[in-house]
């Protein structure tokens, strides 16, 4: 099985920054995707960034390009998301996705709020 624990969320003023981590444990594919999505009350889930296996390829929602950048560590088995100029908007909880095997994995969630 596979797990996916997020960590770095937080309360943040607007312009600041935060990181967001997400380690995998258990058995991880060596071709798969990453992914952060983002989850406000009463919307649905939204596609933030993806990043594949080889750290390569990227890809961002254009609201956050710019201003957020995701990459890997694969000897940690970790994605993160360096989230800067952060906006009121951007006020979501933040998960995890790992995509392999045909199959999509979830963490819990963190929560980020961007408020003065």
């Known amino acids: 099985q596979v797990q996916l624990v997020e960590s770095g969320g937080g309360l943040v003023q607007p312009g600041g920054s935060l990181r967001l981590s997400c380690a995998a444990s258990g058995t991880i594919s060596r071709i798969n995707a990453m992914a952060w999505y983002r989850q406000t009350p009463g919307k649905e889930r939204e596609l933030v960034a993806t990043?594949?296996?080889?750290?390569?390829?990227?890809n961002y929602a254009d609201s956050v390009k710019g201003r957020f950048t995701i990459s890997r560590d694969y000897a940690k088995n970790t994605v993160y998301l360096q989230m800067n100029g952060l906006k009121p908007e951007d006020t979501a909880v933040y998960f995890c996705?790992?995509?392999?095997?045909?199959?999509?994995?979830w963490g819990q969630g963190t929560q980020v709020t961007v408020s003065s």
């Open positions: 990043i594949l296996s080889g750290g390569s390829t990227t």
């Open positions: 996705n790992l995509h392999q095997y045909f199959q999509n994995y």
